[in-house]
């Protein structure tokens, strides 16, 4: 289990970056904004299984799989999570958030993995343990539209 253990931490991990919506990671004074965690092409993300090299398992073919067990959304001013929700784009995203203020805020998904491993196509077993990652930063920016009547 030690040997399983190591190579599940030693998987090359895919860490979620935030889609937002407005897109242009802009958004405006009290208008909701709606957020996606989003995972790159590069890496392991839930589900997908990376195998592992023989020669480190004793000569056994052994798969190790990265589960979602949750995620923690840093807002800015706010943090939502954990979750195992992916958010999702408007109108039915349940990742929001509504600002007050203008300015800018520093946003980013941070995920937590758990795993599971087989050997040679067996049934799939739980890996004792965790992997907390950092997700990726991204910078929102919040505007305030000001508006006014005019006469032609």
Excluded: C
């Amino acid at each position: 289990m030690a040997m399983i253990r190591e190579a599940f931490h030693d998987t090359d991990f895919t860490v979620p970056t935030v889609n937002i919506q407005p897109e242009g990671d802009l958004t405006l004074v009290n208008l909701p904004t709606f957020f996606e965690a989003r995972f790159p092409e590069s890496g392991y993300g839930p589900g997908e299984i990376d195998e592992v090299d023989p020669a480190r398992m004793l000569g056994h073919r052994v798969e190790v799989r990265p589960v979602l067990k949750s995620i923690t959304y840093h807002l800015g001013d706010q943090t939502l999570g954990p979750t195992t929700s992916l958010g999702g784009p408007y109108p039915n995203g349940d990742v929001r958030a509504t600002y007050a203020r203008p300015g800018t805020h520093e946003v980013r998904a941070d995920i937590v993995y758990t795993g599971q491993f087989r050997v040679g196509g067996s049934d799939w077993f739980d890996i004792p343990g965790e992997v907390d990652l950092t997700g990726t930063t991204v910078t929102l920016t919040v505007a305030e539209a000001k508006s006014r009547l005019v006469t032609n």
